[in-house]
C-alpha cells in the first residue's frame, strides 16, 4: 500500500464548478498535510496546508482534514481554466524531517 | 518571498561524468531536500539535510551524494552518471520540521 494515495486523474470539471480533489494516508501518525499544484514542466507551488481536523479556507481553496478516516481533500470553488494543472498531496510523519507526497491528481478545468 | 534558485534549468551530460546540481535558499531555512520526479512516480526524495555538514539518506540515494558546507546551499554530486538518472530534479527547502517546503525551479538532467 502506497503511503500517500492520490487519484491520478484526469479529473475534468466545467469553469465555474466545485472540483474536489482526494487524498489518502496510511501512517495515523501523520500530523502535517499539504497541497502543491504544479503546472507542467514547472516546479510545485505550495497553496494550502493542514494540521488540525476540519475545514481551512482560503480564497477559492478549502483544504480538509479527517484524520480518523486518514484523508485529506482540497476543494476550489468557481474552478477557472488556470487552475488546470496537477495537484500534489503531501504528507510529514510526527517526529520525521521528510515529506512524503503522492503522485498527484490531474484536474482539467474546461471553459 | 521565499527564493530558491537552482543553478542550471536544462543540463546535458555524457554517462560516466561528475555532475554538480547546485541549490541555493535566501531565507535562512534550517531543512533543504533533493527529489527527483519521474512520470507516473511522482516525487522521490534522494537526500536531505537539516543542518550544515548533516545530511540523511532519502528513498532513493544509491549513485547520489550530496554536500552541505554552508546554511544556504546545498549540492547534489552524481558521481558517475548513468542513462537512468535522466529527471527532473527538484530542490526544496523549509525552515524546520513540519514546516511546508519551498521548491526552486528544478533542473532537467539528461545524460546521453
Known amino acids: 500500500q502506497k503511503e500517500v494515495e492520490q487519484n491520478s486523474g484526469p479529473l475534468s470539471v466545467p469553469e465555474g464548478a466545485i472540483a474536489s480533489l482526494n487524498c489518502t494516508y496510511s501512517d495515523r501518525g501523520s500530523q502535517s498535510f499539504f497541497w502543491y499544484r504544479q503546472y507542467s514542466g514547472k516546479s510545485p507551488e505550495l497553496i494550502m496546508f493542514i494540521y488540525s481536523n476540519g475545514d481551512k479556507e482560503d480564497g477559492r481553496f478549502t483544504a480538509q482534514l479527517n484524520k480518523a478516516s486518514q484523508y485529506v481533500s482540497l476543494l476550489i470553488r468557481d474552478s477557472q481554466p488556470s487552475d488546470s494543472a496537477t495537484y500534489l498531496c503531501?504528507?510529514?510523519?510526527?517526529?520525521?524531517?521528510?515529506?512524503?507526497f503522492g503522485t498527484g491528481t490531474k484536474l482539467q478545468v474546461i471553459p | 518571498d521565499v527564493k530558491v534558485t537552482q543553478s542550471s534549468r536544462y543540463l546535458v551530460k555524457r554517462t560516466g561524468e561528475k555532475v554538480f546540481l547546485e541549490c541555493v535558499q535566501d531565507?535562512?531555512?534550517?531543512?533543504m531536500f533533493w527529489y527527483r520526479q519521474d512520470p507516473g512516480l511522482g516525487l522521490r526524495l534522494i537526500y536531505f539535510?537539516?543542518?550544515?555538514?548533516?545530511?540523511e539518506k532519502g528513498d532513493i540515494p544509491e549513485g547520489y551524494s550530496v554536500s552541505r558546507e554552508k546554511k544556504e546551499r546545498f549540492s547534489l554530486i552524481l558521481e558517475s552518471a548513468s542513462t537512468n538518472q535522466t529527471s527532473m530534479y527538484l530542490c526544496a527547502s523549509s525552515t524546520g520540521q513540519n514546516q511546508p517546503q519551498h521548491f526552486g525551479d528544478g533542473t532537467r538532467l539528461s545524460i546521453l
Open positions: 539535510s537539516y543542518d550544515v555538514k548533516m545530511k
Open positions: 503531501a504528507v510529514i510523519v510526527r517526529g520525521y524531517q521528510k515529506v512524503t
Open positions: 531565507m535562512d531555512h534550517e531543512n
